[in-house]
């Protein structure tokens, strides 16, 4: 599936024998969100939501735009959930795969807002983005 707005469209591409999509897809601010329902396996993943968010995030000296892309898709994730009724159904945690483009550099010390708040869920108050500190704390 290809978003259909803007000049930064993300492709997803999944395989019909192993998930399907459960609704169409979300185009947001430079992202792409697709809920699936997994086919395949004998596990506890067999027949559970995975949502896929794939992103070309702003480049440049954005952190803070950066951030809210990636708050607005996982909140879109979170209202979804609630108006599929996920959470009576499927009693895990969500399953959600962010990928793409974060625009982040990986081999400059520090971390950014996108990276804190993908892998711990917060992004402190009076963050200093550590590539951009001549640009003060991020505000929003």
């Given at each position: 599936?290809?978003?259909?707005?803007?000049?930064?469209?993300?492709?997803?591409?999944?395989?019909?024998?192993?998930?399907?999509?459960?609704?169409?897809?979300?185009?947001?601010?430079?992202?792409?969100?697709?809920?699936?329902?997994?086919?395949?396996?004998?596990?506890?993943?067999?027949?559970?939501?995975?949502?896929?968010?794939?992103?070309?995030?702003?480049?440049?000296?954005?952190?803070?735009?950066?951030?809210?892309?990636?708050?607005e898709a996982l909140q879109t994730?979170?209202?979804?959930?609630?108006?599929?009724?996920?959470?009576?159904?499927?009693?895990?945690?969500?399953?959600?795969?962010?990928?793409?483009?974060?625009?982040?550099?990986?081999?400059?010390?520090?971390?950014?807002?996108?990276?804190?708040?993908?892998?711990?869920?917060?992004?402190?108050?009076?963050?200093?983005?550590?590539?951009?500190?001549?640009?003060?704390?991020?505000?929003?």
């Amino acid at each position: 599936e290809i978003a259909a707005k803007g000049r930064m469209r993300c492709a997803t591409f999944w395989r019909p024998d192993v998930v399907q999509p459960v609704l169409e897809p979300i185009s947001k601010d430079r992202t792409l969100i697709l809920p699936f329902r997994v086919l395949t396996g004998d596990g506890p993943a067999c027949n559970q939501l995975l949502w896929v968010i794939n992103a070309h995030l702003a480049a440049g000296a954005e952190p803070g735009r950066r951030l809210r892309q990636t708050h607005e898709a996982l909140q879109t994730v979170a209202k979804q959930r609630k108006r599929l009724q996920a959470d009576k159904v499927d009693l895990h945690k969500p399953a959600v795969v962010f990928c793409g483009d974060l625009n982040i550099d990986d081999e400059l010390e520090g971390r950014s807002a996108v990276d804190c708040l993908l892998t711990e869920g917060i992004v402190e108050k009076g963050f200093v983005d550590p590539f951009y500190p001549n640009l003060g704390a991020i505000t929003s």
